[in-house]
């Protein structure tokens, strides 16, 4: 049955919402089938390569958004190092280091509700050297664009020679306000498709773990399908200390096979798009971590915003083992 959906998938058929809740409902017996499926509609897209991104903390901590995940926010009671936005020089030099480790991707984020035209000027700058001395993609994280103000912001950041904006829906919309009072869901969507409008590919996903039904999580798979996001990335929320979600009791379902179906979920709802296995792989996937990358093509290489991963050199190893190739910068 999964193999013909694959084949249907790959001949322009969509997963329907009743599917995709078959699919996360499936017995385990079936999860093998349900993998190689994924892995069909992968490998036809993206072959055997695995883009590597690298992620710039750009500035962080001392956000005024209230995010019960984030230890980023002002209103956590996190200890972590905290710093301004960083000099254009830095970022350059950042970027550097990222194309050595192997990345194809930089990619540039702040903890901030909205990025000032100071930042975004610097990132403006700092692009075109990045684009000039090394040749990879540059995508921007720098929080709520909306209105006509936002709007501006991102047409300066596509000038500058930007490729991808990045922000995350993150949950579904009837669970929004329990994680976040500060913005709106719509807030997000709107900054989603400003920067559609304004040529960006969009970068959009989502983090398992916040209370999230299976329907919704099936939602958002469609979601991402109906906007034409490009590139989701798949996080697995990673408790942090001093965060109203330092102990989500959700996390306790949260098995490997279960977040593998997940990343099966999004890739045969969405076929052609950049799946990325992103932050909490190590911590939930486990030991069958590097089976992600069947129905995955993306990752993020050395960790993430505030939390380690397991290190670039091991991620590669991972992908080598897997008869993959990490497609690096040019």
């Known amino acids: 049955m999964w193999k013909e959906l694959a084949q ?11 599917e995709g809740l078959e699919l996360l409902d499936s017995p385990d017996s079936e999860n093998l089938q349900i993998l190689d499926a994924a892995w069909t509609v992968r ?24 995010c019960h995940y984030c230890g980023q926010s002002q209103h956590a009671q996190d200890t972590s190092l905290k710093f301004g936005f960083i000099s254009k020089e830095e970022m350059v030099e950042q970027a550097r280091q990222a194309k050595k480790t192997g990345g194809r991707r930089f990619c540039v984020t702040m903890a901030v509700r909205s990025a000032s035209w100071s930042a975004v000027e610097t990132l403006a700058e700092a692009t075109k050297e990045i684009k000039q001395e090394l ?3 540059v995508c921007a994280c720098m929080g709520l664009m909306t209105g006509e103000t936002g ?38 969507l709107e900054t989603l498709r400003n920067a559609q409008e304004a040529g960006f590919s969009t970068c959009s996903g989502l983090i398992i773990g916040l209370g999230e039904t299976k329907e ?27 965060t109203p979600m330092a102990e989500r009791p959700t996390l306790q379902n949260l098995t490997p096979w279960k977040a593998l179906r997940y990343l099966c979920l999004f890739r045969l709802t969405n076929p052609s798009a950049e799946l990325r296995a992103s932050a909490g792989r190590e911590i939930h996937l486990r030991s069958l971590q590097n089976l992600a990358l069947l129905p995955a093509n993306s990752l993020f290489l050395d960790g993430y915003l505030t939390q380690d991963g397991q290190g670039a050199e091991k991620d590669l190893a991972m992908i080598a083992d897997l008869g993959m190739v990490a497609v690096a910068g040019h």
């Open 8 to 18: 249907r998938i790959l001949d322009g058929y969509q997963l329907t919402r009743d």
């Open 43 to 66: 490998r036809h897209y993206f072959k055997n390569e695995v883009k590597a991104n690298v992620l710039s903390n750009a500035k962080r901590g001392l956000c005024s958004e209230d």
């Open 135 to 137: 040749g990879i993609e």
């Open 151 to 188: 709007k501006a912001k991102l047409k300066f950041l596509k000038d500058s020679g930007v490729d991808a904006y990045n922000h995350n829906l993150n949950t579904h919309e009837d669970l929004y306000e329990q994680i976040c009072t500060t913005h709106t869901y719509q807030d997000r």
């Open 216 to 242: 919704q999580i099936v939602d958002l798979a469609l979601t991402f399908r109906h906007e034409g996001v490009e590139s989701i990335p798949v996080n697995f929320l990673i408790p942090v200390e001093g």
